[in-house]
């Protein structure tokens, strides 16, 4: 066979097998792209707090067009942010790359990236649910080698060890910190909630610019109304009613949305639910105090704390406020940040230790409105210190939790000494154990068990989940003593009514008619009491570590926050 017809014949087997390759490759294609066109589409992204726009090519390009998810505590949009997004078997790789630059004042700035792994959503057709993440975080110095500053500091190294020492800085690298987390056996659910409709982004578009009005309201009615069953939108058209329409109304939906959806697994949607629930209370404080501050913004980022320190009366007025208040939140932060707002916690302008030196003193001056016989004025600021310090309790990062936990302990020993020593008649009794069950029933109180939530944002918490064990115990050794003061004031009252102390549970009544306070130190006992003597009862709480030691040792934070020792009162 020559040489031409054996080439002849090469080429007879390649070009067919070439084509049929290539066909096979253009279908393989055309496959991926169909399946990456199935992902393309409109999302709720973090339970509803933003979104995502993802879009794909003829090929199964996927690439993120508009929209972003919130990874680092900054609100700010990046003008660095980057995205990718790629589909492998089954699974979507999402990636977020930005440059924070904002309320950065150290020698350098971030560099942030978040990398998830998705799989779609078994429950919800068209979601993806989170099964792995990764956060890098690093820090990248100002000064970069070959920059101005490298060759000033090279020209004035003044020595070859001094030039060494400054070559070696400039070549070194920052260690990025790495953390991870697996959700193989609970995936975090719809992380991206399907939701296309071209409203969405027209909506948050408006919000993100900070345009709450009536045109937004009606746009998130449209879009609910096609999506009635939607919890996300729901939320929404809940918040959005509480700020531009009818906040009675916005109650009665977030009631409803409350009965269907309060276990819902999604985190997410969870907390912009609490979120909502603030801004419909704040909003629905507005209208009944038209003409006064609104004590549920007393302490807003943007309110200014009393300029003259010395101005007493001012100061005392704006702590009865919170008394007064029917609702303790002091501000709302809303379902979808405005991106021109660096931060959402609203509390480092605060200065927390004239917080705690304000009550203290004001503390010391229901004293000495006692000694003045002006007792009624004396309760009111002890309860007006107590409600503040559960208003800072209730919200926000754990330092301005713990602040709150503070002042309820200062005020709980002025209301420890008022009880023991201000209350002679019926009146007084009534009129004191009135001001402690208003307190008691404060609405939307903290429980103990959501002190790091507002700590950082959501997805950090769920990758790097904080140990809150010590800021929880802190918490309820204020409780406790809080509810030894309520129960002191039982005792006093039946000591008034009949000439003795309690002897059994039931002689706590009438004031404690539906038994004694649960001791949260244990798993289900009340707070217990001895006679001690025929002239002194002692009421106690075993304490943190647990262990009943019948008042004769006493706890001292001081000592350490789980020190031995019970939380007593002994009542002459």
């Not at 393309?40 to 973090?46: H, R």
């Not at 997004?85 to 978040?114: C, P």
Request: charged share 25%; proline share 5%; net charge negative.
């Amino acid at each position: 066979m020559s040489l031409s017809k054996r080439k002849r014949k090469i080429l007879r087997l390649i070009i067919p097998l070439f084509v049929l390759i290539l066909i096979g490759y253009t279908a393989w294609k055309f496959y991926q792209g169909a399946q990456s066109r199935k992902v393309a589409g409109i999302y709720l992204t973090t339970g509803g707090e933003t979104f995502l726009i993802i879009e794909s090519n003829l090929w199964g390009s996927l690439k993120v067009t508009d929209g972003g998810l919130h990874i680092t505590e900054y609100i700010t949009a990046s003008p660095d942010r980057k995205f990718s997004v790629k589909l492998k078997k089954n699974h979507l790789y999402f990636s977020q790359e930005e440059i924070d630059k904002s309320g950065y004042t150290g020698d350098g700035y971030y560099h942030t990236a978040i990398n998830m792994i998705l799989k779609p959503s078994l429950t919800i057709a068209g979601d993806w649910d989170l099964v792995r993440s990764e956060i890098l975080i690093n820090e990248i110095p100002k000064d970069r080698i070959f920059g101005k500053r490298f060759f000033e500091d090279i020209w004035h190294s003044g020595s070859i060890a001094r030039f060494e020492e400054t070559l070696k800085s400039y070549l070194e690298k920052r260690d990025s910190q790495k953390e991870k987390r697996h959700y193989s056996e609970k995936p975090v659910p719809s992380i991206l909630h399907r939701m296309d409709d071209p409203g969405i982004a027209e909506y948050f578009h408006a919000r993100q610019k900070g345009l709450i009005d009536y045109k937004s309201l009606q746009v998130v009615r449209d879009i609910h109304d096609k999506f009635p069953e939607d919890p996300y939108l729901a939320l929404h058209h809940i918040e959005m009613e509480a700020l531009s329409g009818n906040p009675s109304e916005s109650l009665e939906l977030w009631e409803k949305w409350k009965e269907c959806y309060r276990s819902h697994p999604d985190a997410y949607l969870r907390s912009l639910a609490e979120r909502a629930f603030v801004t419909i209370t704040v909003e629905m404080n507005k209208k009944k105090l038209p003409d006064q501050i609104n004590p549920s913004v007393f302490f807003y980022i943007n309110h200014d704390y009393p300029k003259d320190a010395h101005d007493f009366e001012d100061t005392l007025k704006r702590f009865k406020e919170f008394y007064h208040s029917d609702q303790i939140f002091f501000f709302s932060f809303p379902i979808v940040p405005h991106l021109d707002v660096p931060g959402f916690f609203g509390w480092w302008n605060l200065n927390f230790l004239q917080l705690q030196t304000t009550s203290k003193m004001l503390s010391v001056h229901s004293i000495f409105y006692l000694f003045q016989g002006k007792r009624e004025e004396s309760l009111e600021i002890l309860a007006s210190i107590y409600r503040m310090g559960q208003a800072f309790n209730s919200h926000g990062s754990v330092i301005q939790r713990l602040i709150g936990i503070a002042i309820r302990a200062i005020a709980s020993d002025g209301l420890r000494i008022f009880v023991l020593n201000a209350c002679e008649t019926q009146e007084e009794f009534k009129q004191c154990w009135n001001t402690l069950e208003r307190l008691n029933n404060t609405p939307n109180l903290e429980d103990g068990s959501h002190i790091m939530s507002g700590e950082s944002p959501l997805l950090y918490s769920l990758i790097m989940p904080h140990n809150y064990l010590e800021s929880e115990t802190r918490h309820k050794v204020s409780d406790m003593k809080f509810e030894l003061s309520r129960m002191a004031c039982a005792a006093k009252y039946r000591l008034l009514l009949s000439g003795d102390f309690p002897s059994e549970e039931e002689d706590f009544a009438p004031f404690l008619s539906r038994g004694l306070p649960r001791d949260i130190f244990t798993k289900k006992d009340s707070l217990r009491f001895e006679n001690l003597s025929p002239n002194e009862l002692t009421i106690y709480s075993v304490g943190p570590d647990r262990k009943d030691d019948h008042a004769a040792i006493a706890y001292d934070p001081t000592n350490g926050t789980n020190a031995p020792g019970d939380i007593f009162i002994t009542i002459p």
